[in-house]
């Protein structure tokens, strides 16, 4: 007989959010008697201007969803739903998001019977849309606000001025996903795991990019671009032994995921990003959005060496043969992204009568990296200066460069950032109580070592730039630290 098996439900959920802000503050109090509550008692307001704020935004959505199992084999959902933020134009602030998803369990399969190999065996496959409306709110209006001051008169008046373009077409960026999986299990589930196929694909990237100059503003989020993101994922659990008085288990995983530019849709076919910081960089940019490459691309001149004088050659000098190649024929390259290659991580569990001894690492391999901190702090002009400098600059000028050559953002900076981290580490030992219905210690490190070629102090690193991902760029970014510590686990009847 047929045991089929139908839900269906549907909801609705509002949120409306509103914030609102002031601040003032005063200095040099006759007395701190009065604490906050007076502060007209102050003679200071000017160095500490007051300033106010309010947000609000709303979500609405609508949503069902309808499952379908015919004999626990055959499954069958989908899912529907209509949003609706206040944070898009009039015209837009609406999107509608559908989700399918199927099911075959093999293992229930007659045919699977004389093969005996799976406890579980089941096939998925699935797409679906999302939306999402992570921005501030209001980009789509005008807004005015103070801009500058003017003399009229013999008073300084504040003058009103554009702080914010309109933007009327601004609309919810979206990001499609069609994934393949395969649950299977064997060996009394001694042995379980899954693997999944996706491709996705975002759409209307909601991005903050450079308005053309002259302009009353420097940015304006808008929806461009495409980028897709392919990849496969693995993870195996493992039962490796289990006897009256010792178990083992494992976990490992493993993905690799390609990132791809797919279009860029406005006034420009790249966009130049990620900002370096440090002196004499403030104007100096380090990646390339672009299509046929991912996101995170170090964009810049090749480093060649050294001239008599000591200082830099780049590929970007005037009258280098390379002064007229690159993407874009201004001796800038495409020099590595900051996206892995693969991913992995492998952790196991050991409990031998009343102890227990758990670890985890983690890999990531195959990204490249900028040393913006070595960019910096490695200038031979700094030396004997009250700047910082790092030894490979002394040793420099002790093999001879000059102490006034230049250095310049170029591929010497960009550095392989694979690394391998033993995560955690942790012994307990478990004491049989009758007056308590558990009680463990444990003691536990964090982090005890790190393998990787990367000259910083930590390969992982991240910043975000104005609306613009901005991947593995390194200034002064402070290390994970190494921990111990000491625990205690009780559980009271």
Not at 12 to 40: E, H, I, K, M, P
Not at 84 to 98: A, D, I, T
Not at 300 to 318: C, H, K, M, V
Not at 319 to 344: I, N
Request: proline content about 4%; glycine content about 10%.
């Amino acid at each position: 007989s047929e045991n089929q098996n139908l839900e269906v439900w549907g909801g609705y959920s509002f949120q409306d959010y509103n914030a609102s802000n002031f601040r003032v503050a005063a200095l040099d109090f006759v007395s701190d008697g009065f604490t906050f509550n007076n502060l007209g008692a102050a003679a200071d307001f000017a160095s500490a201007l007051p300033s106010s704020g309010a947000f609000s935004n709303r979500l609405v959505s609508f949503l069902g969803r309808a499952v379908y199992s015919l004999n626990d084999r055959y499954l069958l959902n989908g899912g529907l739903r209509y949003e609706g933020s206040s944070r898009f134009g009039e015209n837009y602030s609406w999107g509608l998001f559908p989700s399918v998803s199927a099911g075959w369990r093999l293992s229930q399969e007659s045919f699977m019977a004389g093969i005996g190999t799976f406890d579980d065996l089941k096939l998925r496959l699935s797409w679906g849309v999302t939306g999402n409306q992570d921005i501030t709110d209001g980009l789509f209006r005008e807004l005015l606000g103070p801009s500058g001051n003017a003399v009229i008169g013999g008073q300084v008046l504040t003058g009103i001025g554009l702080t914010q373009l309109a933007n009327p077409d601004l609309k919810w960026e979206e990001t499609s996903q069609v994934n393949f999986g395969i649950d299977f299990a064997m060996l009394d589930s001694k042995i379980a795991g899954s693997l999944d196929i996706y491709q996705k694909n975002t759409t209307d990237l909601l991005l903050d990019i450079p308005v053309p100059q002259p302009a009353p503003v420097e940015t304006q989020v808008r929806n461009i671009g495409e980028v897709k993101n392919s990849g496969i994922e693995f993870s195996l659990n493992t039962i490796n032994m289990t006897t009256s008085n010792f178990f083992w288990r494992s976990n490992f995983n493993i993905a690799a995921n390609k990132n791809e530019v797919i279009q860029l849709r406005g006034d420009d076919d790249f966009i130049i990003t990620g900002p370096l910081s440090g002196a004499g960089l403030s104007s100096t940019n380090s990646q390339i959005v672009i299509a046929g490459q991912p996101l995170g691309t170090f964009f810049g001149p090749r480093f060649l060496g050294y001239d008599s004088q000591g200082n830099e050659i780049l590929t970007t000098d005037a009258g280098r043969p390379e002064a007229s190649q690159g993407p874009l024929g201004d001796g800038r390259f495409f020099l590595g992204d900051a996206q892995p290659a693969y991913t992995f991580g492998f952790s196991s569990t050991m409990v031998y009568k009343d102890f227990d001894f758990r670890f985890a690492i983690q890999g990531v391999q195959g990204l490249e990296l900028l040393n913006n901190t070595r960019l910096e702090y490695q200038r031979p002009s700094n030396i004997n200066s009250s700047a910082n400098v790092f030894a490979e600059a002394v040793e420099d000028v002790a093999n001879g460069l000059g102490r006034n050559a230049t250095v310049n953002y170029s591929s010497r900076f960009i550095e392989d950032g694979s690394f391998v981290r033993l995560q955690n580490v942790t012994l307990g030992y478990t004491f049989d109580t009758q007056y308590l219905r558990s009680l463990r210690v444990y003691v536990s490190a964090d982090n005890l070592f790190l393998l990787t070629d990367y000259s910083g102090l930590d390969p992982e690193v991240n910043t975000f730039s104005e609306g613009v991902p901005t991947l593995g760029i390194d200034y002064t970014s402070y290390p994970r630290a190494r921990t111990f510590s000491v625990g205690l686990n009780l559980g009271l009847k």
